[in-house]
């Protein structure tokens, strides 16, 4: 897998390996943190969701950690797939849903 | 069912026309948002309505019109847009608005 750098635009990942992509979140009041995932010409998709009184929770084939400390969100999907090519967004929640800037998945054969 | 059905899907319309976009929703949700998404950007806020009535306004200008005559319908009528309004318009849903949301396809909009 590769790790990336905060607002990094694309992140090209092997096949069958770990993808980790990084998010940072602005406002130390928001409690509740959405990852989307968005394919050409197709609203956001929900992929996983955590709150503020956690710092990991788990999906299929992804997990979501949280620190809190220095405001920072990653995404992490295991083996990645074709089918994984996307946009993803993280997106911070305290009275209203706003994105964040997001990140291109591109998957190389 | 975890669908939020927005009509129509395109829509071309002239600065000087009336139009209407409608977003539907069956999951008893009574949050409903309007989101606006140009190319290779994140989703920008615009309206909430919770539990029917118009809870956030991010700023936006009067010739967008939101309206939510029903819990499961939200409509966001448009009036004298100008070409720089050409974009995706999403809508999306959720339980109440702290918890997670469900977006529509989008219409995408174009401002002739």
């Known amino acids: 897998g590769e790790s990336v750098g905060l607002h990094l635009p694309t992140l090209s990942v092997q096949e069958g390996d770990n993808s980790i992509i990084n998010c940072a979140y602005s406002n130390s009041a928001s409690d509740y943190f959405i990852w989307y995932k968005q394919e050409s010409g197709k609203g956001p998709q929900f992929i996983i969701d955590i709150r503020s009184n956690m710092d990991k929770r788990q999906g299929q084939r992804v997990t979501v950690l949280l620190n809190k400390t220095v405001k920072h969100l990653s995404l992490q999907i295991a083996a990645t797939q074709p089918g994984d090519s996307a946009v993803y967004f993280c997106a911070e929640n305290y009275d209203k849903i706003i994105f964040g800037k997001g990140t291109r998945l591109h998957i190389l054969p | 069912d975890t669908e939020v059905t927005q009509t129509p899907k395109h829509l071309v319309m002239g600065m000087t026309n009336k139009k209407s976009l409608k977003c539907e929703q069956h999951?008893?949700?009574?949050?409903m948002y309007w989101y606006k998404q140009k190319a290779k950007k994140p989703p920008e806020l615009m309206f909430v309505?919770?539990?029917?009535?118009?809870?956030i306004n991010e700023s936006v200008p009067s010739r967008f019109s939101p309206e939510c005559p029903n819990s499961s319908l939200l409509n966001l009528h448009l009036h004298a847009l100008q070409p720089e309004d050409s974009a995706l318009y999403l809508c999306?849903?959720?339980?109440?608005?702290?918890?997670?949301?469900?977006f529509g396809q989008g219409t995408r909009l174009t401002v002739v």
């Open positions: 999306a849903s959720s339980q109440t608005v702290n918890t997670e949301a469900f």
């Open positions: 999951m008893g949700h009574r949050a």
């Open positions: 309505y919770s539990y029917e009535k118009l809870s």
